[in-house]
């Protein structure tokens, strides 16, 4: 069994991109099912802000490099979304403000991934 596991995990190959949406799909997840948690489900609420947070925080970091060969302004920008989810995570924590915002900038980041067009705001 294992070794066809592994045969299926080695053949199968993704693109960074596809690497990329697939764990920002897995983040999301676990933020909306944090969002329907009960208030009371602390670890669930703190797992998912906190993996939402390395995240952005690994993100940040990547585009912090000189080496990277993104654009300066899109670089610039992940950066800045990265700072806004730290600050946002923490006020979800404390109770003062909900999930919404960082499932909503994590879907647009999945729609750019996906190569969707973007909707009308």
Same mark, same amino acid.
Not at 56 to 63: E, M, Y
């Given at each position: ?50 993996? @939402? ?11 912090? @490099? ?39 900038? @994590? ?15």
């Amino acid at each position: 069994m294992s070794l066809q596991a592994y045969k299926t995990a080695a053949t199968r190959a993704e693109t960074p991109r596809e690497a990329e949406y697939r764990l920002f799909g897995q983040v999301t997840r676990a933020l909306v099912h944090a969002s329907t948690a009960d208030a009371s489900d602390i670890a669930t609420r703190i797992d998912a802000l906190d993996w @939402n947070r390395r995240l952005w925080s690994t993100l940040a970091t990547d585009c912090s @490099n000189p080496d990277n060969q993104m654009d300066k302004n899109l670089r610039a920008s992940i950066i800045s979304i990265s700072l806004f989810v730290g600050r946002h995570s923490s006020a979800v924590m404390r109770g003062e403000d909900d999930f919404e915002a960082l499932i909503d900038i @994590n879907k647009m980041i999945m729609q750019g991934l996906a190569g969707a067009p973007a909707q009308a705001a």
